[in-house]
């Protein structure tokens, strides 16, 4: 009889466990895949090359991120194919999940949630301070939005000790053909370096992108505190995608006349606006 019973209680639990998780599998409204994962600990250098297959989506934090390297903080999903990240590419299935989700919380600047990738914004979970980070990057296709913030200074560009969405530094390709490095301090940009790279003239109308498109290039950024406690920030370029780097810009920021210099750790990463983008070999290293 005592086994009989214990047989039973057994029986009884395991009902009752997968009734439990049945309950439990109704309410989970994404796939366990986008269920949050721990950062992972990275040495330096920290490459990337995006070999393993899968969708990364979009996480309202860091902490929420499926993927224990990398949080995508807006642009809706990033698909990882044959050894390359990318955005999204071209329109997004009208009542897919994420052309809904835009179409309601931003359907000014994402074409009515048809292309949630012109807000692409890829970041680190690993911080860093004094580093080197590249990347290459094809464009493929270049949205002609409606959009008021589809202008000159949208492009491609590498997060530098980014602290929060209101404190960074940030440099790469402009649209315009310029490569740039940014500040934002307390939500407010100041560029600390700007000059012409590419040729032609910019009109957000009959020229409105510059950048090469379908060919590989590559940027790279390094930022460093000096001693003086003054912060050095240089942009190299390789447009060729030859491993030739061509430095682009450098410039010091003294904390003097664009508000305080950024001297704290963050996290890197990837920006773009208003296109289509593939990414491979990404790397950064603590200096």
Not at 75 to 99: A, C, E, K, Y
Not at 171 to 181: F, S
Request: net charge positive; charged share 15%.
């Amino acid at each position: 009889m005592k086994n009989k019973k214990n047989t039973s209680s057994s029986s009884s639990i395991i009902r009752l466990c997968v009734l439990l998780t049945i309950i439990v599998s109704s309410l989970i409204t994404v796939p366990l895949a986008a269920l949050a994962s721990i950062a992972a600990m990275v040495g330096s250098p920290f490459s990337y090359n995006f070999n393993v297959p899968g969708i990364l989506s979009e996480a309202g934090s860091i902490g929420a991120s499926s993927s224990p390297y990398w949080w995508l903080n807006s642009g809706g999903q990033f698909n990882l194919v044959n050894g390359i990240g990318m955005t999204l590419q071209g329109d997004t299935p009208l009542g897919s999940v994420w052309q809904k989700m835009y179409s309601s919380s931003n359907p000014r600047d994402t074409d009515n949630g048809l292309h949630p990738q012109n807000l692409f914004r890829f970041v680190t979970r690993s911080k860093w301070l004094n580093e080197d980070q590249q990347v290459d990057f094809k464009i493929t296709r270049y949205h002609l939005s409606n959009s008021p913030e589809r202008y000159n200074p949208n492009g491609v560009l590498l997060f530098n000790r980014y602290v929060d969405g209101n404190n960074l530094y940030y440099a790469g390709m402009r649209v315009d053909g310029n490569v740039v490095i940014k500040k934002k301090v307390n939500g407010v940009y100041y560029t600390l370096a700007e000059k012409k790279f590419f040729p032609g003239v910019y009109n957000r109308t009959s020229s409105p992108n510059l950048l090469p498109t379908n060919v590989w290039m590559s940027i790279r950024s390094r930022v460093v505190t000096n001693t003086d406690g003054t912060v050095t920030l240089t942009l190299s370029v390789d447009p060729t995608h030859s491993r030739t780097w061509v430095k682009a810009l450098e410039v010091i920021d003294d904390g003097k006349t664009f508000g305080p210099a950024i001297k704290s750790s963050g996290y890197g990463g990837i920006r773009t606006d208003f296109m289509d983008a593939y990414f491979n070999d990404y790397k950064i290293t603590e200096l």
